[in-house]
């Protein structure tokens, strides 16, 4: 059965901030499956490093699937994948492999046989680190979603992309998106004994974005900066210390994104603060800005978009 929709047959891909947090990634998930999941898809692939929020977003657009991990005390060669025809009638329409987890266990010929098996059944498999199998399965995704400093979704036509031109760009990029989240604890943990309003999140390139309902009125942006950078300067260790918390040093923070952060705070580079509160006048927001891989005067150009074109 052909599957036609504009927004799938004219797009060649579209960026999304990749959100910090567990709650705001399985939201985006959501959000790209009900824009462009296909429900003829077969193969979705997921492109991405180890941390970069890969399982939650699989999770916002499948919820309820069975992910199979690989720390999971699980036995690959009995995983549903590789036994779909021993299942009999009650088996999976959605199968789920962890390509760098199976591969130490499984040849990857073996996997992508399973996958093409399962995919004639008019059955479907997310498969993450697809670009590790792409060059044995010799089949492009159907769907293909790249995990970076910004989330990329493309529906590969015959010319391309391919799983590697994705994980070349989501792979290098990631950092930047640990260094803001870092950065963005810092400063929560720099202001969380003053007066301050009610605040959503935002995104920006190489950055944080906080909107407060109102102006934060004892907000010295200078002092919180150099407040920020003596933290950086002391290369304080940053580690995960359960589904709610990271440790810095030695005091334990709340934070929404425990595994997205950079291993000590010296990792954090080219910190600035954008040194003026900016009036979100369509919904009423003051927004405290934040940036990290940035030269402070290029603070006014953070959310360009730069088209490569031939001379």
């Known amino acids: 059965m052909i599957y036609n929709n504009v927004r799938h047959e004219c797009n060649l891909y579209n960026f999304f901030f990749a959100p910090r947090g567990n709650r705001r990634m399985m939201e985006l998930g959501r959000k790209i499956a009900q824009m462009y999941l296909n429900p003829f898809d077969k193969i979705i692939g997921i492109v991405g490093a180890k941390d970069c929020g890969k399982s939650m977003l699989i999770k916002g657009m499948f919820p309820g699937i069975q992910i199979v991990e690989g720390d999971d005390e699980f036995d690959f060669q009995n995983m549903p994948l590789m036994n779909a025809e021993d299942v009999g009638f009650y088996t999976p329409r959605t199968f789920h492999v962890d390509v760098r987890a199976a591969s130490k266990f499984i040849p990857l010929e073996k996997i992508a046989q399973a996958i093409l098996d399962v995919t ?17 399965l010799n089949r492009n995704a159907d769907l293909m979603i790249g995990i970076g400093e910004e989330v990329i979704v493309t529906r590969p036509s015959l010319f391309g992309p391919l799983p590697q031109n994705i994980a070349d760009i989501v792979y290098k990029s990631l950092i930047y998106r640990k260094m803001a989240h870092s950065a ?29 309902v109102e102006k934060p009125i004892n907000f010295d942006l200078e002092y919180i900066e150099d407040k920020i950078k003596s933290l950086i300067a002391k290369d304080l260790p940053i580690r995960y210390y359960d589904e709610e918390h990271i440790k810095i040093g030695d005091e334990i923070l709340a934070c929404t994104g425990p595994l997205m952060h950079v291993e000590s705070t010296g990792q954090i580079e080219n910190f600035s603060m954008v040194k003026k509160f900016f009036h979100d006048a369509r919904f009423g927001y003051y927004i405290v800005a934040g940036t990290v891989g940035h030269k402070e005067e290029e603070s006014d150009r953070l959310n360009t978009i730069d088209i490569m074109t031939a001379e």
Request: proline share 4%.
């Open 120 to 136: 004639k059944q008019q059955k479907r498999v997310i498969v993450e680190y697809f670009e590790m199998l792409y060059p044995v």
């Open 184 to 212: 963005e604890d810092l400063y929560g943990y720099v202001v969380r004994n003053m007066e301050r309003p009610d605040y959503v999140r935002s995104d920006i390139r190489h950055g944080f974005v906080l909107d407060y």
